[in-house]
């Protein structure tokens, strides 16, 4: 026949038949289970329900786990055939050993995925190459009653008996399977493809029967087209093995451990057939699961990373989300991340590894950097909506001016399934082709598909370098990006935030998890700080232990499925618990320490552990008392006030007045008017009012919403009550709304001397499919809005002239999001919200979301937040607006466990205009064995800020990270309260890198813009 003529349908048909033809059953098994609701050990694998099952019997619903036992009898007729057992639980499967040890895991057939990609499927294991005809199976196996994806798929045995192989079958599968695909993606007309597809032919023809003969004849004929080798390539394909493990999303972690088990265990077996196999694993997290519950299993892996065949990935404790959590939260997920395949497996890890995250914050390359992370690796700018990611590799350049290269597969996927559509596609869609000679691929099925099977191998072991495709090399991602790092000079470098044009929902969901996340953060710090002024002042022992572990969780939760809000119910109820666990353990330490520090002085103290002096109004025992603490240091707490200056309020009028700020509520509770009385200035346009809290439906999951949500309408909140109040230095409104199921209190407070408006809100949320927002339209003409994000900012258009401004419609600020004009501004804080809008002049909120997917009942909870609006002169920077942002965040601490806090009871305000002098902090005295009055840690520079105070990892120098925080250069002194022998610059990982002069305890520092300094003070001593 015609090359033409034949029909590629008709070769895909032959491939069905070979692959029908590949096992032949010979024999049942016989099946017992042993079912529980929660995972037991092998140890008490018989103390379930039990069950005697045949194909088709139920065992068990969505997350019962079972034990299983296989067996049966090799019947004599198989003797010197190849035997295997196919198993298929409906389920996933751990086989284990005589111990429990994972040997390998087993997948449902019918299991969720894209089947372009593959079939996720292993139900293979082997018996024996050359059977005796005498061999007894007796096998248990640790089952979960889901698929790879946590979907019920019946919870039914499927199939569980000895099967022969015919492995020259099997084998030539392959051969057609990799040629047929291979000449379907060559141009029409090339004699390369007429050449295979009248082979391919002519071997359908042959095989109208498999015999023996035949099928061997049918194997010589491929491999004269399986033999033919390429020339030198244009490009060459770094293939790895790879299965991305999400450690929670639509499963519970109790399940992600035991895909761990039954993924690494499969990589075992799959070394052990294909010697050119190369596996690699992210994540010390899911390593330290694997040693903890699966030791020897472990041990197993460790040989395989001394062999070079397995590959420890990525410098990160988790992959972790990069929107959400804080910039020491990023320190530490590479601190910990880097130290733990250092300790384990003595490698240092020198990419990043992301497939999956929703986003990379523009802070991310100079933390790369500074911890000795070369390169980055994501795929995940794919998938985004409005415009393509004009590379594939490319130079990423972070808001300091750091660059790390940066690698995403051409094939835009981390399951590839190795064929040679795959090899197509990376030489066709590489955007970088013309400046880089190589790609990765990332092959294999992950979420607990064990990666790769052997479908992904043999299709490898054939296309080496196989003519009509580009070369495939099996090798590490190191050395494929040692190789591409050699022409570096070549890429394009991309500036700014990797922004994903999908999933902003997720700066929003599980808003709950944000607060504690946000609340952990700052706790953390202040821990940190205090635990280490309790050890110079008083000798406390360090708990380095327990903040080790603590932290460790915290950085797990910051997973990229966890964090963002796009897990299912069980992993929040299970989280929540354990952050609420988490904060009152930390809160207790905080209290121990400062109850140490403070022993000596008479009566409270107060301690602030920010690098600036505050003057604020506290309230302790229902009587207000203004104080004056030192940067990073702690104060008596002052008798109650006498005389305290009154907040004016009026019921009738609707108004709120300080010195500086006049407020006047509308009817339904909103400002609509805003009057800087200092610079005279009315902050709301005509016709607009301010806090415009709107209730907009919400269709989406927990991903996205949709882009257009404000054309379908906001509803406005109904106000049921408005209450003034006024309180010591304090006054304002109490205003009580209600919509459909749902209430939301709201004070609005005003302190005296203050330029900030705190809107404290407490919402009992009962609402599905919808979204809560506040917005401020402003009298302010920008068109950038400034984003607070790690160790920096980020600025945003504000206006959507270009798609790719139109795709920020939702971004992504920390403690503030700031329109300036060049003389004045206003800034919107808040304690632990991310999804921001800014357009034009308005600045806008997401406080709640309730999509349905895959949490039915995602944030229909009670929630409590504060928000702030903060007029001030100048632009952001010359306001110093970060450390507005960081007083919200960051209470003054009370000894005797009482932190300031805006409550219900009691409104702090930092007045960013007072501050005390430096010499004046410097220089006060202090009774005897008393540490009040002074500064324990002070920069001289306004822009500068003390991000963390920690002891040292490996021994009691202490740690001080340090960043500036305006996008200038500047040179700042950094003076100690206490008494040190040395100093040394140092990277993120505190390995010194150079020593500092020390000049009468200060330390003098230049810094670039947004640059993190870290600085290790030797042997500290604190002396009264």
């Known amino acids: 026949m015609p090359y033409e003529r034949i029909n590629p349908e008709q070769l895909r048909a032959m491939l069905e038949r070979l692959q029908a033809r590949i096992y032949d059953p010979v024999a049942e098994l016989r099946v017992t289970a042993w ?20 194909p088709g019997d139920r065992w068990g619903q969505l997350w019962d786990c079972a034990w299983f036992h296989f067996t049966g009898e090799v019947p004599a007729s198989t003797a010197g055939k190849k035997v295997v057992l196919l198993l298929d639980v409906n389920g996933e499967v751990c086989l284990v050993d005589e111990e429990g040890t994972p040997v390998q895991g087993l997948t449902n057939i019918n299991s969720e995925f894209d089947y372009s990609l593959g079939k996720p499927g292993k139900r293979v294991v082997a018996v024996s190459e050359s059977a005796t005809g005498t061999e007894t199976i007796d096998l248990w196996g640790d089952a979960g009653c889901n698929d790879l994806f946590g979907r019920y798929r019946s919870g039914t045995l499927k199939e569980a008996v000895v099967a022969i192989c015919r492995e020259e ?23 390369r493809r007429a050449r295979i597809f009248k082979v391919l032919y002519d071997v359908s023809l042959l095989l109208t029967d498999l015999g023996d003969e035949r099928v061997a004849k049918a194997r010589r004929m491929l491999g004269e087209q399986l033999a033919k080798r390429g020339g030198d390539p244009v490009l060459t394909i770094s293939a790895i093995g790879h299965a991305h493990i999400d450690l929670a999303w639509l499963w519970p972690i109790r399940e992600t451990i035991r895909k761990g088990a039954r993924t690494f265990s499969t990589a075992l077996r799959m070394m052990e057939r294909y010697p050119d196999y190369v596996f690699g694993a992210s994540q010390p997290q899911l390593y330290e699961w694997m040693k903890r519950h699966y030791p020897k299993l472990y041990e197993q892996v460790k040989a395989r990373v001394q062999e070079g065949r397995w590959e420890p990935q990525g410098a990160m404790w988790v992959e972790s989300d990069t929107n959400v959590p804080g910039g020491e939260s990023l320190v530490r997920q590479i601190l910990y991340g880097k ?32 911890a000795r992370v ?17 590379h594939h590799t490319f130079m990423w350049e972070g808001i300091d001016g750091s660059q790390i290269l940066t690698h995403m597969p051409p094939e835009d996927t981390y399951n590839s399934p190795a064929a040679p559509r795959s090899i197509a596609k990376a030489e066709n869609d590489y955007l970088d082709s013309a400046v880089s000679d190589r790609a990765l691929m990332l092959f294999g099925i992950g979420d607990g598909g064990g990666g790769p099977g052997e479908e992904h191998l043999e299709r490898l072991a054939r296309e080496k370098n196989l003519l009509g495709l580009s070369p495939v090399e099996q090798e590490t991602s190191a050395r494929f990006f040692e190789l591409l790092a050699e022409h570096r000079e070549r890429y394009q470098v991309w500036r700014g935030e990797l922004y994903l044009e999908k999933h902003q929902g997720t700066l929003t969901s599980q808003a709950r998890s944000k607060r504690f996340n946000r609340k952990l953060e700052k706790s953390l710090r202040e821990l940190e700080y205090a635990a280490v002024l309790a050890q110079l002042t008083a000798g406390v022992p360090y708990p380095a232990q327990e903040l080790e572990q603590i932290w460790k969780e915290v950085l797990l939760y910051q997973f990229h499925d966890i964090l963002p809000g796009s897990s299912i119910k069980r992993v929040y109820d299970e989280s929540l618990e354990r952050y609420a666990w988490l904060l009152d353990r930390v809160e207790q330490l905080i209290d121990a320490s400062y109850e140490a520090a403070s022993r000596g002085a008479e009566g409270p103290v107060v301690f602030n552990s920010l690098p600036w002096g505050r003057e604020e109004w506290l309230k302790q025992d229902g009587r207000w008392r203004y104080v004056q603490v030192p940067a990073m240091g702690c104060a008596k707490l002052p008798e ?7 907040v004016c309020v009026s019921e009738r009028e609707r108004t709120i007045e300080n010195e500086l700020l006049v407020l006047t509520l509308g009817d339904n509770g909103e400002i609509v008017s805003l009057l800087d009385k200092e610079h005279e200035r009315e902050l709301v346009p005509t016709g607009f009012s301010l806090n415009r809290l709107r209730v907009y439906t919400d269709d989406g999951d927990a991903w996205d919403f949709r882009q257009d949500y404000r054309q379908t309408g906001g509803e406005r909140l109904t106000l049921r009550l408005a209450e003034a109040y006024s309180d010591g230095p304090t006054a304002g409104f109490v205003l009580h709304y209600g919509y459909g199921a749902s209430e939301l209190i709201q004070r609005i407070v005003l302190t005296s001397g203050s330029r900030r408006v705190d809107f404290v809100t407490n919402v009992d949320w009962k609402e599905s499919g919808r979204m809560l927002r506040t917005s401020f339209p402003l009298q302010i003409r920008a068109d950038s809005v400034s984003c607070d994000i790690q160790f920096g900012y980020l600025r945003r258009p504000t206006h959507r002239n270009t798609m790719w401004d139109y795709a920020k419609d939702e971004i992504c600020a920390h403690q503030y999001a700031d329109l300036s004009e060049p003389d004045y501004g206003v800034a919107l804080l808040n304690d632990c919200k991310y999804g921001h809008r800014a357009e034009d002049g308005e600045l806008d909120l997401n406080l709640l979301r309730s999509p349905s997917y895959p949490d039915p009942e995602a944030d229909r909870a009670r929630h409590s937040f504060t928000y702030s609006l903060y007029p001030h002169e100048g632009n952001h920077v010359e306001a110093l607006v970060f450390r507005a942002g960081y007083a919200l965040n960051v209470p003054l601490r009370i000894s005797g466990g009482q932190a300031a806090q805006l409550s219900e009871d009691a409104s702090v305000d930092a007045i960013p205009s007072a501050r005390t002098p430096i010499s004046a902090e410097l220089s006060a005295t202090a009774e005897q064995g008393d540490v009040t009055g002074r500064s324990f840690l002070l920069p001289s520079h306004p822009n500068v800020m003390i991000e963390a105070v920690k002891r040292a990892e490996d021994d009691d120098a202490l740690i001080i990270r340090l960043f500036e925080t305006a996008g200038t250069r500047l040179v700042t002194k950094l003076h100690a309260g206490f008494a040190f022998s040395g100093a040394w610059l140092t990277d993120l990982l505190e390995d010194k890198l150079a020593a500092l002069e020390v000049e009468e305890g200060a330390i003098t520092l230049p810094m670039g813009p947004f640059e993190i300094v870290t600085v290790r003070l030797e042997r500290p001593e604190f002396r009264h």
């Open 339 to 370: 130290r733990y395949f250092q300790q384990e497996f003595g490698m240092e890890m020198k990419s990043l590894w992301m497939p999956d995250v929703f986003g990379y914050t523009a802070s991310l390359p100079q933390i790369l950097k500074k």
């Open 374 to 390: 070369d390169y980055m690796m994501t795929q995940k700018l794919s998938w985004s909506t409005y415009n393509r990611h004009p």
């Open 640 to 646: 109650a006030a006498e005389s305290i200056p009154a």
């Open 169 to 191: 079958v099997r084998q030539l599968y392959y051969d057609a399977e990799v040629l047929l695909e291979t000449a379907e993606r060559l141009p029409e007309g090339s004699a």
């Open 35 to 54: 079912v529980t609701t929660e995972p037991v050990s092998y140890e008490e694998r018989m103390s379930g329900r039990r069950l005697d099952l045949a």
